[in-house]
């Protein structure tokens, strides 16, 4: 099994290089617009701690809103259940970065993984303590679960973000109105968007999810309960508004980010990353889907097998 997908993601990394359909970089944050989009990696994090990858795998990327994947247990480890009070765990049916949506739901996101979502588990883990603090358990969570010290913020995506996140500042601003953001919303975007500017390479991200996917032999940094319901709020919200057509293709839970990555959880089998940074309409990484949906049907792996 293992030599066969070895051999699987060589040719997949040789069939999404021929064809050439890369999508486009997310060109509305200016140190992302700067990214050749004709790049794949992919990283498979195996049972017994092994790692198959190809392409570049080792290539470092910002990896956005697959932080909130991690933001997310690091708020379930601090206060439980509570943070179903200030978020929902439907999905939103619309952008990442709705105004209307958070307008229409009286300033208690759908879920987590939006950015209005994201926002108010951001301004959970930094309530009573300093940003560079909550920032600091975000990394820890990380550097333990990949078992890898050598991850950190990029500080130029940080900064581009910061200076051009206008969108973000408007719903932090709409939380704030609506009594859900307990911090003063530059405190909390300010954390939020040094947490998005964290990069990781394929194989220390396929390492850190191994933690959701309860491979044996790693880091028991989560209940099974807790990876459970990550992994659900994955499946049904991982991919915005296109999450339904990613389960319907790859039936696996995922979570995607617009500096390409995603993060695909195939439990107790593999924790897999991808990361290709040309996006399709949806915000996804294009061909980091396509590589999921095939790695899907190479191997079987599926919750509804």
Partial sequence: ???????????????????????????????????????????????????????????????????????LACVLGRIGEQIWTRVGREPSGRRFDSILLLEQEQGRPHNPFINAGALVTTDELVTGRAPKEALAEILGFLRAAAEDDDIHIDKAVARSETETGYRNVALANYLKSFGNLKNAPEITLGTYFHQCAIEMSCVQLARAGRVIAGLPGTPQMLTPL??????????????????????????????????????????????????????NGYGNSRMGSYAAERLARETGWSVFA
Avoid at 50 to 63: E, N, P
Avoid at 226 to 251: E, N, P, Q, T, W
């Fill in 226 to 279: 807790k990876a459970r319901r990550i992994s659900a709020l994955m499946m049904m919200c991982g991919h915005y508004d296109g999450s339904g057509d990613f389960a319907f293709r790859v039936g696996l839970p995922g979570k995607s980010g617009v500096g390409g990555g995603i993060l695909l959880i195939a439990p107790g089998r593999a924790s897999i990353a991808i990361w290709s940074p040309g996006l």
């Fill in 1 to 71: 099994m293992t030599q066969a997908l070895e051999d699987f993601l060589r040719r997949l990394d040789r069939e999404i290089r021929a064809a050439g359909d890369w999508g486009e970089v997310a060109d509305y944050i200016p140190e992302l617009a700067r990214i050749d989009p004709a790049q794949f990696g992919i990283a498979v994090a195996l049972p017994g701690g092994g790692v198959l990858t190809a392409g570049q795998a080792g290539q470092r990327f910002s990896i956005q809103s697959v932080s909130k994947v991690f933001s």
